[in-house]
T-cell receptor, first 117, second 112 residues
């Protein structure tokens, strides 16, 4: 079974500062990893995904994440925060083909990002 | 706009009642997933269908059921509703299993 832990339920940064949202995963088989963003009263939007190609993955809105197998981590970063980045961010894991989960996503508890002017 | 549509957007009902949530996947997507988002449980996988066939079940209560129709839209039926069923219910779709899932805007259910 797979699981995801997001360290820090709330992260607060100043506009222009580095954004770092932490995600650690557990999976008995090689994983697919995802970051989704949820703006207030909206659905989940895919930011980026890791599917075993390059370990540094670039996504939309200037976000990127690095897959580190040795640390079982997939932290999300953005060099310079904007006010519009304020939202809740979810890390998720699914297993690759061959498992029995058929692609279901297991989500972390979410991290609310606040950006101060 | 992800291309996944869900109706209704909001639903208010009473305990003991039954409701049906509807999801239309993106054009061409064969796989549909249902998730529940609540304050205490977070985002949890409920059930998945692929081309009309049930493929995987998660933490779905026996009072809940779902199906995927020949036109690939899906319905989630919630019966004997309890206060604790109040949540956001998301539908997601993907072209094939294991592919990226695209989420609908959700249905917010309030059970009074």
């Amino acid at each position: 079974a797979q699981s995801v832990t997001q360290l820090g339920s709330h992260v607060s940064v100043s506009e222009g500062a580095l954004v770092l949202l932490r995600c650690n995963y557990s999976s008995s088989v090689p994983p697919y990893l995802f970051w989704y963003v949820q703006y207030p009263n909206q659905g989940l939007q895919l930011l980026l995904k890791y599917t075993s190609a390059a370990t540094l993955v670039k996504g939309i809105n200037g976000f990127e994440a690095e897959f580190k197998k040795s640390e079982t981590s997939f932290h999300l970063t953005k060099p310079s925060a904007h006010m519009r980045d304020a939202a809740e961010y979810f890390c998720a894991v699914s297993v690759r083909a061959g498992g029995t989960s058929y692609g279901k996503l297991t989500f972390g508890q979410g991290t609310i990002l606040t950006v101060h002017p | 706009d992800s291309g996944v549509t869900q109706t209704p957007k909001h639903l208010i009902t009473a305990t003991g009642q039954r409701v049906t949530l509807r999801c239309s996947p993106r054009s061409g997507d064969l796989s549909v997933y249902w998730y529940q988002q609540s304050l205490d449980q977070g985002l949890q996988f409920l059930i998945q269908y692929y081309n009309g066939e049930e493929r995987a079940k998660g933490n779905i209560l026996e009072r809940f059921s779902a199906q995927q129709f020949p036109d690939l839209h899906s319905e989630l039926n919630l019966s004997s509703l309890e206060l604790g069923d109040s949540a956001l219910y998301f539908c997601a779709s993907s072209v094939q299993e294991q592919e990226t899932q695209y989420f609908g805007p959700g249905t917010r259910l309030l059970v009074l």
